[in-house]
């Protein structure tokens, strides 16, 4: 069964005080690995895909990275607005139908 | 373009009553799925729907039941509805392939 580990749980941090969550997976054959951002009371909002190691996506302060067992978003001079749940989540290729996601990170960034 | 609707977004139930959550994907998004969020449990699949068949389900009781609906809309149904089946219920629409894009979800509540 595909099993994804984030951590850690939550992260406090100070505006401009870049940090790095860390989503760990053990799936059989990846087809993708996905970042979510979520606001309390909504659903996920999409990210990043991210198919095979070594790649990498940028989006505003957001960098996600991909090796063969881990995943690093990388937060660069967050600001409060960066505030959020964030979920990583891997589709494997015997179950492409469905995400099984992680626990979540929870991001405070304090002005 | 539009994003993945859900209504309604509140609901106040009893136990052992019976309830219908409904979706309406991204246009020109033929899979649907479903995912149930809770704090202990985070977002597990519950299962998924592509032109109208149910391609997969998750480890959910039969209690948990959908369908969908040949314009792509979905329902999922609750019967006998239980305090754990307290949750966030997320509905996700994809293309063929490629990510999945939630909705705002339905906030259940079961008294």
């Known amino acids: 069964e595909d099993q994804v580990t984030q951590s850690p749980e939550a992260l406090r941090l100070q505006e401009g005080e870049s940090s790095s969550l860390n989503c760990s997976y053990t799936?059989?054959?990846?087809?993708?690995l996905f970042w979510y951002r979520q606001d309390p009371g909504k659903g996920p909002e999409f990210l990043f895909t991210?198919?095979?190691a070594g790649e990498e996506k940028e989006k505003e302060r957001l960098k996600a990275t991909l090796t063969k067992k881990e995943s690093f978003l990388h937060i660069t001079a967050p600001k409060p607005e960066d505030s959020a749940t964030y979920l990583c989540?891997?589709?494997?290729?015997?179950?492409?139908?469905?995400?099984?996601f992680g626990a979540g990170t929870t991001v405070t960034v304090r002005a | 373009k539009a994003g993945v609707t859900q209504t309604p977004r509140y609901l106040i139930k009893t136990r052992g009553q019976q309830v219908t959550l409904s979706c309406s994907p991204i246009?020109?998004?033929?899979?649907v799925s479903w995912y149930q969020q809770t704090p202990g449990q985070g977002l597990q699949f519950l299962f998924e729907?592509?032109?109208?068949?149910?391609?997969n389900k998750g480890n959910f009781p039969g209690r948990f039941s959908g369908r969908q609906f040949s314009n792509s809309r979905s329902e999922m149904n609750v019967s006998t509805l239980e305090l754990g089946d307290s949750a966030l219920y997320l509905c996700?629409?994809?293309?063929?392939?490629?990510?999945?894009?939630f909705g705002p979800g339905t906030r259940l509540t079961v008294t």
């Open positions: 996700a629409s994809r293309p063929q392939v490629g990510e999945q894009y």
């Open positions: 799936v059989s054959g990846l087809r993708g």
């Open positions: 991210l198919y095979s």
């Open positions: 989540a891997v589709q494997s290729r015997s179950n492409d139908y469905k995400l099984s």
């Open positions: 246009s020109g998004h033929r899979s």
């Open positions: 729907y592509f032109s109208e068949t149910q391609r």
